[in-house]
């Protein structure tokens, strides 16, 4: 059985995750800088990010 350490997800520095955001994400560095304007922590989960960037992706555009 795993322990809740080991369940829990690495979180990564947003200037590292953005650099990759193409591979991770499939997404431009402009779309996930978007996404994540709001953010206000250094780091973060590939999930978080990934939830993000797919809230970002369904606003509706005024």
């Keep these: 059985m795993a ?7 690495n979180a990564f520095y947003i200037k590292d995750l953005r650099e990759h955001s193409r591979e991770l994400f499939g997404v431009r560095p402009e779309v996930f800088d ?4 709001h953010t206000e922590k250094n780091r973060i989960t590939k999930s978080e990010a990934k939830k993000l960037i797919d809230q ?3 606003k509706e555009v005024k």
């Design 3 to 9: 322990t809740k350490k080991e369940r829990t997800e």
């Design 34 to 37: 978007g996404a994540l304007f």
């Design 56 to 58: 970002f992706l369904q």
